[in-house]
């Protein structure tokens, strides 16, 4: 497959997953693309020597790395794609522990349980990567439950 094929089927692939915009927002033309040895399928998406996603080889969806959800948060305004949890909560979300519902403060209303999520502090300060358990509906009224399975926290 050639580069600007490429680029725009993960382009494609983070407008389906995100919406509409998120392809360009994460992907810039330089990007580098890592290939797997074992299938020859697109694996890691790089930025310079900055990884910005891996391609899951199960779903054929995009896991975001922190940088990657940086540069989302940086792209939409808050709060698509978050799930913003209190300030009190910020330093164990960000070393890695997973999202109780009784922390959420604002979220998306369009999350749905499953999909990739940006935790952020009210500052929109970028916290955890993860996947959402919960919809963004159910992570405000639930008093209980983890609404986010924390992937990988900004401290780890």
């Known amino acids: ?31 580098e693309v890592k290939l797997s040895r074992t299938t020859g399928k697109i694996r890691f998406i790089f930025l310079g020597k900055t990884l910005l996603a891996t391609l899951r080889a199960r779903d054929g969806m995009l896991a975001l790395t922190l940088n990657g959800s940086k540069r989302l948060v940086e792209a939409f305004p808050s709060p698509r794609f978050r799930v913003i949890v209190k300030e009190e909560v910020a ?57 986010v399975k924390v992937r990988r926290g900004l401290d780890e």
């Open 91 to 147: 330093s164990f979300i960000a070393s890695g522990r997973n999202v109780f519902a009784k922390h959420v403060v604002e979220v998306d209303s369009e999350i749905r349980p499953y999909e990739e999520v940006v935790v952020t502090n009210s500052k929109d300060e970028v916290l955890a990567v993860g996947k959402a358990l919960l919809n963004g509906e159910e992570m405000l009224a639930f008093k209980r439950g983890v609404a």
């Open 1 to 31: 497959m050639d580069r600007q094929a490429t680029l725009r089927k993960i382009r494609g692939i983070a407008n389906y997953q995100f919406g509409k915009g998120a392809g360009e927002a994460l992907f810039p033309d330089d990007i």
